[in-house]
């Protein structure tokens, strides 16, 4: 392409809110085949909510409240209101600790609490009724926050966080134009799948650490795909580094923002419709 055509790529893709940092973005985003999107806040609203508790209400959104109290986690800030919701005192915790990808820990009038996902847990730690409750909620597209006391669940969580309204289109328009499409997600496998399928996204990586999300990226590229990565959160700024085109959110984090080399500022995924469309446009690759 032309400096000039790379200019009015540039320019009409601002102007659908889709800002391009340089024409090296606009040229690899016109060779990408594989796009992979976080879930929380990229194909979500990002604004989970406490719908179910599962185990004696009061105690278990009492002892995980005072905790999240703590955690700036979207998880964490549904359960502090849902216990507001409920008008619960919360307790003063100490030992707070974040463990990142799995939950928080602490201690409450001296008992060991534990607040997350199973991976917090030790074999056997979570009994077969609660577990299957779990499964249950988890198939249901909920995320599955398990409460425990000196190791064993004594209840948990269930919180939803529904896909954005545009989220299914955009999925469906990227695939019709030949895209494979991923969600890459830390939360459990069952509740992944089920938004995947809500939105129509072909392939599900889940349970994976924030740490390892760039690995997965790594990954794809190995394999010989073209990745553009779509995600908004503090731990998707290595994976948008990483991937031949990073596509941060604009309601997401500035280091998302900064890793990112195109950003969508209507937070709207048909905004990834637009810049690979443009992108092609652009560099002549519409056949
Ligand atoms: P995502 O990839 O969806 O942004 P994270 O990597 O932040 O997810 O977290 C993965 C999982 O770890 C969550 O689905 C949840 O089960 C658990 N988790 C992490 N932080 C917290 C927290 N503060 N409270 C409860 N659960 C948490
Ligand atoms: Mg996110």
């Known amino acids: 392409a032309t400096p000039t055509a790379l200019m009015v790529g540039t320019a009409r893709a601002a102007n659908m809110g889709v800002l391009?940092?340089?024409?090296?973005?606009?040229?690899?985003?016109?060779?990408?085949?594989?796009?992979?999107?976080?879930?929380?806040?990229t194909i979500t609203n990002g604004k989970p909510v406490v719908t179910d508790?599962?185990?004696?209400?009061?105690?278990?959104?009492?002892?995980?409240?005072?905790?999240?109290?703590?955690?700036?986690?979207?998880?964490?800030?549904?359960?502090?209101?849902?216990?507001?919701?409920?008008?619960?005192?919360?307790?003063?915790?100490n030992n707070f600790k974040a463990i990142e990808g799995k939950g928080v820990s602490g201690s409450i009038n001296g008992q060991e609490i534990l607040i997350g996902s199973e991976k917090l847990f030790a074999d056997g730690n979570i009994s077969q009724e609660i577990s299957n409750q779990a499964t249950a909620l988890q198939k249901a597209a909920k995320t599955v926050v398990y409460v425990g006391k000196n190791g064993q669940a004594v209840g948990l969580i269930a919180i939803q966080d529904a896909p954005k309204p545009t989220s299914k289109e955009a999925m469906a328009a990227?695939?019709?134009?030949?895209?494979?499409?991923?969600?890459?997600?830390?939360?459990?496998?069952?509740?992944?799948?089920?938004?995947?399928?809500?939105?129509?996204?072909?392939?599900?990586?889940?349970?994976?650490?924030p740490n390892q999300k760039a690995d997965e990226i790594q990954k794809l590229q190995s394999a010989?795909?073209?990745?553009?990565?779509?995600?908004?959160?503090?731990?998707?700024?290595?994976?948008?580094?990483?991937?031949?085109?990073?596509?941060?959110?604009?309601?997401?984090?500035?280091?998302?923002?900064?890793?990112?080399?195109?950003?969508?500022?209507?937070?709207?995924?048909?905004?990834?419709?637009?810049?690979?469309?443009?992108?092609?446009?652009?560099?002549?690759?519409i056949k």
Do not use: C, W
Not at 20 to 41: C, H, M, P, R, Y
């Open 20 to 41: 391009i940092k340089n024409g090296e973005a606009l040229q690899e985003a016109s060779d990408i085949d594989t796009i992979v999107f976080d879930k929380t806040g």
């Open 53 to 93: 508790v599962i185990g004696p209400r009061k105690e278990i959104l009492q002892l995980a409240a005072s905790l999240e109290d703590s955690s700036e986690h979207p998880l964490a800030q549904a359960v502090v209101a849902a216990a507001k919701a409920d008008k619960l005192d919360l307790t003063a915790a």
């Open 174 to 209: 990227l695939t019709k134009r030949g895209y494979h499409t991923v969600m890459l997600t830390g939360d459990n496998q069952d509740v992944a799948q089920a938004i995947a399928d809500q939105v129509g996204i072909s392939e599900v990586i889940a349970g994976v650490l």
């Open 224 to 285: 010989g795909r073209k990745v553009a990565f779509v995600g908004d959160g503090i731990n998707d700024a290595p994976a948008l580094s990483v991937a031949d085109v990073g596509i941060a959110m604009g309601s997401g984090t500035d280091i998302a923002i900064e890793s990112g080399s195109i950003v969508l500022m209507q937070n709207d995924l048909r905004g990834v419709v637009k810049a690979l469309e443009m992108a092609k446009k652009t560099f002549n690759r």
